[in-house]
């Protein structure tokens, strides 16, 4: 227990390191129903101490499974000075030392993905490397052929006028992106969903930003625990949304604040659920989602009891789930 405590305390304090200072579609969820997503994805946060300890195993597993993308999470070995010390700060309590490509590097990385059928569409990576070592990143994603390097969470502000600075922030780094073939996204966890002067702060963040230089990943867990519509979302910013974190809620659950305090996430990890086997209505989010344009379905399932089980799980779901429109 004291364990998984360490863990959840070192995986929120990872988190919340990773930040940058500073139309409805009128379709008709009733239409002509498809089964199952075509290409399904997983965040190699679920499963690290088995990317660690095997990382070629651990590929050919996920690729017997069914799963065709891989989300990497940093550092990399080409990531800042300070998201590699964030990183080595945490390491020994979450039970695992490795990170990025596991001591291997970009090209020995693709060669084990093509051997076992495998893309690599999204890295994940902390604020101060997308700042200072875009270049690194923009290399090691032209070897994986990676398209979007994604930001896992960025702080809540005081005020209105610090959400407009953030959004300047993101339109900058996405510039600094674009320049080097590749693109920036952002990985809302949950925050900035409450109201400040009558203005929700992720709004004004999605129509601030520029829709070609920043890019967004949803998170159905978080967003739902911030009290969001996900769907509504989905419907009002098509094209915004080309990743997705699919996982499921054991039952119905909220913040106790406003989203912003890590503490805050660690209270609803008990209630992560494998795809299908919770209180989301997944069918609906995942037809709101294929007609949004979101082209990444990626399963995050931290903290899995039974790693490979849980994963068959979700990937059996989302593989056979009725999707309409």
Known sequence: MTHRRNFLKSAAAILSGNVITSRSNGHD????AKRGLERIGIQLFSIPRLAEKDFSGTMRMLSQIGYKEIEFFGPYSFSSSEDKERWKGVAPSVGFSGSGFFGL????????LDDNGLAAPSMHTGADSLNNAMGGLAEAAQVLRTKYVTLPSAPSQTDLDGYKRQA????R?????????I???YHN???GLKAIDG???FDLILERTDPDLVFFEMDIYWMTAGGADVCAYLDKYPGRFPLMHVKDMAKDVRFSGDGSDPSQWIELFP???NAGEGVLDLEKILSHAKRSGVEHFIVERDLAPDPEEDLKKSFSYLKGVELKG
Do not use: C, M, S, W
């Open 29 to 32: 969820i009733n239409k002509r």
């Open 105 to 112: 590097t970009a090209k020995e990385v693709k060669k084990i």
């Open 168 to 171: 300047d922030d993101f339109n």
């Open 173 to 181: 780094v996405g510039a600094q992106a674009k320049k080097q073939g």
């Open 183 to 185: 693109r920036f996204a």
């Open 189 to 191: 966890h949950g925050n």
């Open 199 to 201: 203005t929700i702060p």
């Open 271 to 273: 209630y992560l659920e």
